[in-house]
């Protein structure tokens, strides 16, 4: 059973239209929660670290937030631009390696 | 800004030939490591490096594979004999600290 599940798998908005992805995970012992964001063809590009439940980042039109079972990336008036995998992975346990999930395709339609 | 680099873009090598991947991590990071993502797939974890000796690494991360920093800058992915399987986006990443590691673009082999 998958540690990181991301939904949903894919997910069309206009230009300007807010909206959420969520990120639930099942492991104990959270070192860390982070979301990246990925171009096809390219590397994972960092966004945020969360640690601890309730904690909150913001960078631009995308805020993150924590709780003990699931995080969400809020993207407010989405650009076109902002078309991309977005990808969350977790860190649990004794090690400080993430272990990512499947990711959401998010298409901004002019 | 400060970035990881990666080359080649694109290697592409027949079954049972040694192939060296190399990456540049950014300069002041002190944690390294090496992902790969097959084609439509997960990005997975195969090895981190640090203090120049592997501190973790996968199941996935065999004999075939070894990893070496050679010098202060370069740091290395070694297969010793490519298999079809082993075709997929190879990713290196480097981190400051434990967390937030910044990926490089990758290095997508091909085995034929």
């Known amino acids: 059973e998958d540690q990181v599940t991301q939904s949903p798998e894919a997910l069309r908005l206009q230009e300007g239209e807010s909206s959420s992805l969520n990120c639930s995970y099942t492991v104990s012992g959270l070192r860390g929660l982070f979301w990246y964001r990925q171009d096809p063809g390219k590397g994972p590009e960092f966004l945020f670290t969360l640690y601890s439940a309730g904690e909150e980042k913001e960078k631009e039109r995308l805020k993150a937030t924590l709780t003990k079972k699931e995080s969400f990336l809020h993207i407010t008036a989405p650009k076109p631009e902002d078309s991309a995998t977005y990808l969350c992975?977790?860190?649990?346990?004794?090690?400080?390696?993430?272990?990512f999930g499947r990711g959401t395709s998010l298409i901004v339609h002019p | 800004e400060p970035e990881v680099t990666q080359t080649p873009s694109h290697q592409v090598t027949q079954m049972g030939q040694e192939v060296i991947l190399r990456c540049v991590p950014i300069s002041n990071h002190l944690y390294f490591y090496w992902y790969r993502q097959i084609l439509g797939q997960k990005v997975e974890f195969l090895v981190s490096?640090?203090?120049?000796?592997?501190?973790?690494k996968s199941e996935i991360f065999d004999d075939q594979f070894s990893v070496e920093r050679p010098d202060g800058s370069n740091f290395t992915l070694k297969i010793r004999s490519t298999k079809l399987e082993d075709s997929a986006m190879y990713f290196c990443?480097?981190?400051?600290?434990?967390?937030?590691?910044?990926f490089g673009p990758g290095t997508r082999l091909t085995v034929t």
């Open positions: 990443a480097s981190s400051e600290l434990r967390a937030g590691q910044y």
């Open positions: 490096f640090y203090n120049n000796e592997i501190s973790e």
């Open positions: 992975a977790v860190a649990s346990g004794g090690s400080y390696i993430p272990t």
